[in-house]
């Protein structure tokens, strides 16, 4: 996403994402003609569009950051009602569990992870690595929280307990994400991605 040349021509920067950060866009230094990559961003911001002054000592980008909450609306409101996190992080994904829990990917502890949050307000984190786990989705009984994560070859389907705990595999695509149960919770949808398509499939909740 967006590249510019250094006037030496020896090398040039460019926006991109790291392997296993999904989102964050940083910005990059390649050598050329070597291919040696070295990153000179290395917060939570997001970068969007770069370029450089004539001599390339300067570099003029926009650092795109984003303050996010959680709010509770009543079906059918036109409006939230109620704020229920009072951390400013960003969050994707939404479940809520059948005890009125509530499951989330956030990067308030620096990386992005699954949390659960209780009706009283107590947060627990699921998961603890240092790349992506996103999207997590609650099967209808409880027992189980599936999300998408990157800590394994590619972006694929990951199962847990509902503590955080005997973590297992189910798809080994390069890119699959957005599981959702079924109502009898045999069977898991979601979408694979690829160069130029992206298609819905389904597999077991036991993998398969």
Known sequence: NDLAWLSD??????IATDEGSLFLQKIW?????????RKLTNDFNIYEGLSLTADSKMIVTTQVSQAANIWLALAGATFPTRQITTRDSNYLGLSWTQHGE???ASDISGSWDIWIRSPE?????LTVNKNGNLLPSVS???RYVFFTSVRSEGVNIWRMDSDGGNAKQITNGNLDHSASCSPDGKWLVYV??????S????????GG
């Open 9 to 14: 021509g020896r090398s040039l920067l460019l």
């Open 29 to 37: 230094q390649l050598s050329y003609p070597n291919g040696e990559a």
């Open 102 to 104: 509530l499951v989330y």
């Open 121 to 125: 307000g107590n947060e627990k984190q």
């Open 140 to 142: 209808p009984d409880g």
């Open 192 to 197: 694979h991605d690829t160069f130029d398509k």
């Open 199 to 206: 298609t819905v499939w389904k597999v077991s909740t036991e």
